[in-house]
């Protein structure tokens, strides 16, 4: 021995050593020859299995446990790594690697190493029952969530909890008097939650006013809205016309698109707002007007009114209820109930009995919908009008949106064009969320565990992808 600092294998030398390392592993480890004898066992292999060494030693495994894999190893001489077993009779699942071993090259036997993952497994099924559970939790949630809600609510199609939670909110204040502002992206559904709440109200049998402020020229506000009396002006109708407002007497008034209302008309708007009357053109005397008040834009009020462009006054008065519908890109596990929805309108009114390929609906979940929920309308109605079935395939989509869905896609798959490293991997990582939420039907549960990532990590990267 000339270095005393280094240990070698050969100064280690007899077989009593060798066997005491043996002992002290923590997998069980069984030795057999070539004709499957055991002459080998470690104290672990007893612990695992709970057989006593000296009770398997000097017999043949090919008779014990025939079913075993190293047997196979054993009988083509050839390893098998990562096996899991399980032996039904001790209850035991087992993860095993057997080697082979040779004595001046020749085969003699092999070595079975395995590893205990009983716990594991027990603990994964407890998991997975667990996570059944707190599946069907959140549907019964969602489900009890819709169920409580007026029957005219549940014209809007959707489970995200965010989406439900707007639902209630505006089925509760559905029946007072109270104003309501409805914020959201074109085609989001705001006409639709207005008749809603209308619907709901102790005024659903009353008339239902819509007035589209983005369409009505400055000249006409007063008396679309206000009417005027026969003979008012020239060109007036000889019975005179009822305004909006008068029209929505008992009723609700819908202020579509309020923030397109010029500057000069918001002041005249306010007025009837605050007094509960119009004047009518060409009348002396003002007319009481009772109509509950919902608006509705798709622009930003608050910032409209720090440019000046929006009256402060009126912007106080119209938001007193603001009820903001998320774009269709922010609750994206909606999207695929919403498509189904509109397909089985669809089927219905065109006599059809198609369904959505795998293809189309991958291309519906990875699209960003700028024109929300009505987008999604319309291009179901034009596969629906155009296919032929009995899938509904890419093609049969419209071609605007199957090219910019291809263009989105690109980027998101190779940006490194015009961006760093960065932008590319978190192209990368959208599209295996996206992946993993259509292959899981949307089954956010199903999309972690696809992923193998936490709970929290996986909500934080849906949040910044805009996929919540
Ligand atoms: N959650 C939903 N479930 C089912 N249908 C919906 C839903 N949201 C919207 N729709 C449908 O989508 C279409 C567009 O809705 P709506 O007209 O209410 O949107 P909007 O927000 O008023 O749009 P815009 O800003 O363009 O006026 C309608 O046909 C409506 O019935
Ligand atoms: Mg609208």
New binding site residues.
Partial sequence: MQNKSFLRLEDMGDVETLLSILSAIYEGIVVMARDSTIVYANPAYTRILGVPVSKVLGRKCSEIEPGVKCLEALKNQQPIHNHYEIVKSLGKHLLTDTTCIYSGGEFVGIANIFRDITEIVQLNNQIQKLQKYADNLEEQLCYYGRESLPEPFK????KHPVFIQILKFAAQVAPTEATVLIE?E????????ARAIHLSSPRKNKPFITINCAAIPETLFESELFGYEGGAFTGAKSGGKKGKFILAHEGTIFL??VGELPFSTQAKLLRVLQNHEVDQIGSDRPFPVNARVIA?T?RDLQKMVSEGKFRQDLYYRLNIFPIR?PPLREHPEDITL?AN?FLGQFNNKYSKKLFFSNEVIQAFLSDSWPGN??EL?NIVRHAVIIAKGPEIKLEDLPAYFTKRNNREKKNMINPLAQSPLRSYLNGAEKEALVEALRLSNNNRSKAMKMLGISRGTFYNKLRKYCLL
């Fill in positions: 014209e809007m199609v959707g959201g074109s085609g989001v559904g705001k006409e639709l939650l579509d698109e509705a798709n519908i919403i929805h929920v009505r309308e």
